[in-house]
């Protein structure tokens, strides 16, 4: 073969004619090379890639718009669909099955009918399909069994409303896309990678679409959140509609069974408690979190048992679970999908609005191909009756011939047409003569009228249906969401997270020393002065004589240099710590005092205490983590003319300012020493503590609403749904469940009054109490698991309203002041029996009478509960 050089191009990417006359014969062939074209290898390549990705995209990865499915998983439903008659089949069946329209092999269908499977929605799943909690993988196909579920063959299949293509090899046909009526795309959520293209739609609660597809109708506002069934606590701040850029977190469950305990009863979505489990134990290892022992009593719920070591805090190694395991993952959704044959990037709100309305298309076309068949059966209903009633049949005894039949049909109908509703064809013509001689002996006008004006009746609601079809589809969504929805109630809650800084929570799993001689610090120097206990990830403060002071990460040993006067673990944004420093400006310079935090600074920068000139130094210098005062005995050095040369200094006289500050002056004269005279109390007053709804957390920064201010022993008490109250601390790294009812600051002196069901009973009961402080749950509604609070308030002079209802409900509404119808009992008095009636409605009323001030004491005797008990019975029997 001879080509011409000149021709030829390096960077051609095209086929490039090649000039030669020359035949080639081999055995009995001659080969042409006169038209002969070239594809040159970078040609050759950039094709091949561009075609092999283009059909990883539309053919494998990426899910259709219309029908929310890959191909395998629209093929595995279409075999699925042909093979069912009701029974189970044996997944390999299947699988078999499915291949004739699948060229990819046994095994990627497989795993992906296993994942159908395991959502829960299309496939009813008979034998052991994997846990979608632990990862165990399913059995063999052999040994498991599926079928489609009702829902499926109600949403996702018809025939007539589908468009076909042929298969792979051409033997069979295969639906383009089904025609699901139904957002299933946002219900399943998906997951694939392309060529250069990845796509991730996060699954969606059933219920939540149904009702914003219902709104899209309404052209109303909606919005639509992701929900796993794997549950889990979910914040959405950054979700941004599921398009790229954004993210979500996704949290596990964790709860509290006692001090030593905590157990998760949900997972992040995409983990299994396996790898969730050594995620933890990775942790532990490091020393991030320090737990004695964890067990996996995983079955049909998660259940992961986490057990403390003594004196370990329960909420903040919740905390570090969150920051340093997978007990917190951040998910980034991508949603693409092919459209028009094409992949595109589109929010899943916008998605939802395409399968609304593609469900509205649908729905219109099943309605519009049922007419058509309707019409068809009114007009061979018809013209059935007039050929059987009008006995044109008769007339065809004499025809000889084909054609003198079907023209004497046709002249016999001539009077009717104008009644009928299109045209009269031959082929309806010939049916009429397949009609068999003992139909026409049987035939019964009646009963043929009877049937012409049901087949009217039902094409009357279609053409009302099409006239209304956004009536008919809201309708339809609300049939779906009634009949399924059920089965779909939401598993994540939505929560907005704190940000948890990982050195808060961190377990302290080192030890810092100091070598003041050498001028080292940290971890390793095991043999030097002991500091403090700190974590690996810590930051360590340090001063120096000089005044200077710097930030540095905690290391194994590193150099800090000499005349270290402090050292210790640094904490930032810390406000509450608070440095009494008095330096001397210069070599020769007054003496300043002053008082400062230091909340951030950049790392490994020097900063001063002083003013920075030359021989400056420190005379005294205290950490105080809680803003301690301190007096000071300060000794000038003996000069001739100074009254006082020993005086005091009360430190927490000075305003607390910036770090830069320059401090006020002590003395004009030159200062001999300084010593701590008497260290005092705090001079920041009360921690203003705030909770936070959205977290559930308590915060000092002051967001959520107020709790008040708290001092040293000060509790938070919180009364929650159950029926059980329980008090806390101010730590910030506390954790609250999310059935609070009342979270306050606790005054022992308060009043409750509660109204609540006692299931044991059966009856209401009221009651009022004091609290005494508990850091244990304790219920005062009785122990019956049913027994429920209606009722709850601290308003000194409450009163009720009392609705019957029943048998009962013709009775006049009774009132009821509280603090006249039963004393102050203990939180664990049973109350008083509020009424022998059936109840239908309590509402809190105005109160009339505001307290005085008093400091008697509220408590009566326990005993006469019995006897006011007897007593509110026979007040009711007298209509009170």
């Not at 935090?597 to 790392?603: D, K, L, Y």
């Not at 008490?717 to 601390?729: A, D, P, R, S």
């Not at 002079?797 to 009132?815: I, N």
Request: charged share 30%; proline share 4%; with cysteine.
């Amino acid at each position: 073969m001879s080509f011409d050089e000149d021709n030829y191009n390096e960077d051609a990417e095209d086929l490039l004619p090649v000039n030669a006359s020359e035949n080639i014969s081999e055995g009995n062939k001659v080969w042409d090379l006169e038209d002969t074209r070239i594809t040159h290898l970078p040609g050759m390549y950039r094709q091949w890639f561009l075609d092999y990705a283009s059909y990883v995209i539309l053919e494998r990865a990426v899910p259709h718009i219309n029908d929310g499915l890959k191909p395998v998983h629209r093929r595995i439903l279409h075999s699925m669909r042909r093979m069912d008659d009701g029974r189970y089949n044996k997944v390999a069946n299947i699988i078999g099955f499915t291949m004739q329209y699948h060229p990819h092999g046994d095994a990627s269908i497989g795993d992906a009918l296993v994942q159908l499977g395991q959502k829960n929605l299309l496939i009813d799943c008979q034998g052991n399909w994997g846990n979608v909690y632990t990862g165990d993988r399913a059995a063999a196909p052999r040994y498991i069994e599926a079928r489609l579920t009702k829902f499926a063959q109600e949403v996702v299949f018809n025939p007539k409303t589908t468009t076909w293509k042929l298969s792979y090899d051409g033997r069979n046909q295969e639906p383009v896309t089904l025609p699901v009526k139904f957002p299933l795309l946002l219900t399943q959520g998906v997951e694939g990678i392309a060529v250069g293209l990845a796509s991730k739609l996060l699954p969606h609660n059933f219920n939540e679409l149904i009702d914003a597809s219902i709104a899209i109708l309404k052209e109303e506002e909606f919005d639509i959140l992701p929900d796993f069934p794997t549950g889990g606590l979910l914040d959405v701040t950054r979700y941004y509609d599921g398009v790229r850029g954004g993210a979500v977190k996704v949290r596990a469950k964790i709860s509290k069974v006692d001090s030593k305990t905590l157990v998760i009863t949900e997972i992040p979505f995409g983990k299994t408690t396996t790898t969730l489990i050594e995620s933890i134990i990775k942790a532990n290892e490091k020393g991030k979190i320090k737990i004695k022992k964890i067990d996996d009593n995983t079955a049909e719920f998660v259940e992961i048992m986490i057990y403390l070591f003594p004196g370990v805090s329960p909420d903040k190694t919740i905390d570090a679970l969150y920051a340093f395991t997978d007990c917190e993952v951040s998910i980034s959704p991508n949603a693409c999908v092919i459209k028009d044959n094409k992949p595109i990037f589109i929010g899943v709100s916008e998605i939802l609005r395409e399968n609304t309305n593609y469900t509205v298309h649908l729905l219109t076309r099943e309605l519009e191909i049922r007419m058509g068949e309707l019409e068809e059966m009114w007009h061979m209903s018809s013209l059935e009756r007039l050929f059987i009633e009008h006995k044109i049949y008769q007339r065809i005894e004499d025809c000889e011939t084909w054609e003198a039949v079907i023209d004497t049909i046709d002249v016999g109908l001539t009077p009717f047409k104008p009644i009928l509703r299109r045209e009269v064809t031959r082929e309806d013509i010939t049916k009429l003569t397949e009609i068999k001689i003992k139909r026409i002996s049987r035939f019964d006008a009646k009963k043929a009228d009877e049937h012409i004006l049901g087949i009217e009746d039902e094409m009357k609601k279609i053409a009302h249906n099409l006239a209304n079809i956004i009536t008919f589809a809201i309708d339809y969504f609300k049939r779906i969401k009634k009949t399924y929805g059920k089965d779909y109630p939401r598993m994540t809650e939505i929560r907005c997270f704190e940000n948890i800084e990982a050195s808060k929570v961190v377990v302290k799993n080192e030890k810092l020393y100091i070598d003041r001689e050498q001028g080292f610090a940290g971890t390793g120097l095991k043999k030097d002065e002991y500091i403090c206990d700190c974590s690996d990830i810590d930051d360590i403060i340090i001063f120096y004589k000089d005044g200077k002071y710097l930030i540095k990460k905690v290391a194994e040993k590193a150099f800090v240099g000499k005349d270290v006067i402090y050292i210790n673990v640094f904490k930032k944004n810390d406000k509450r710590t608070i440095y009494n420093v008095i330096y001397r400006d210069g070599k020769v310079g007054n003496a300043y005092m002053k008082r400062f935090a230091v909340t951030g600074v950049t790392r490994d920068k020097d900063y001063d205490v002083t003013q920075g000139n030359a021989g400056s130094t420190v005379m005294y210098f205290s950490a105080n983590p809680n803003g301690e005062s301190e007096v000071l005995k300060i000794l000038l050095k003996p000069k001739a003319r100074i009254r006082n040369q020993v005086f005091d200094i009360d430190m927490g006289d000075l305003a607390i300012k910036g770090r830069s500050a320059m401090g006020n002056i002590l003395s004009k004269y030159e200062v001999y020493k300084v010593v701590l005279k008497k260290k005092g109390e705090s001079t920041l007053g009360g921690r203003k503590i705030y909770f936070e709804e959205e977290t559930l957390r308590i915060n000092a920064d002051n967001r959520g609403r107020y709790l008040g201010e708290f001092q040293g022993g000060d509790q938070i008490l919180v009364i929650n749904k159950k029926g059980e109250y329980y008090h806390t601390g101010f730590d910030l790294s506390n954790h609250y469940e999310d059935n609070i009812l009342v979270i306050e600051k606790f005054d022992n002196n308060t009043v409750w009054s509660a109204i609540y069901y006692d299931a044991e009973q059966g009856f209401h009961y009221i009651k009022r109490f004091q609290i005494e402080p508990s850091t244990k749950p304790q219920g005062f509604i009785g122990d019956h698991p049913k027994s429920t609070l209606v009722k709850i308030t601290k308003i000194d002079y409450p009163r009720y309203e009392v609705k019957f209802g029943g048998d009962d409900k013709l009775k006049e509404t009774l009132t009821i002041d509280v603090s006249d119808f039963i004393g102050v009992k203990s939180a664990k008095a049973k109350g008083k029996r509020l009424t022998t009636y059936q109840i239908a409605k309590i509402s809190e009323l105005e109160p009339t009478q505001f307290p005085e001030p008093t400091n008697q004491p509220l408590i009566e005797n326990e005993e006469e509960e019995e006897n006011e008990e007897d007593e509110s019975d026979n007040q009711m029997k007298l209509g009170f």
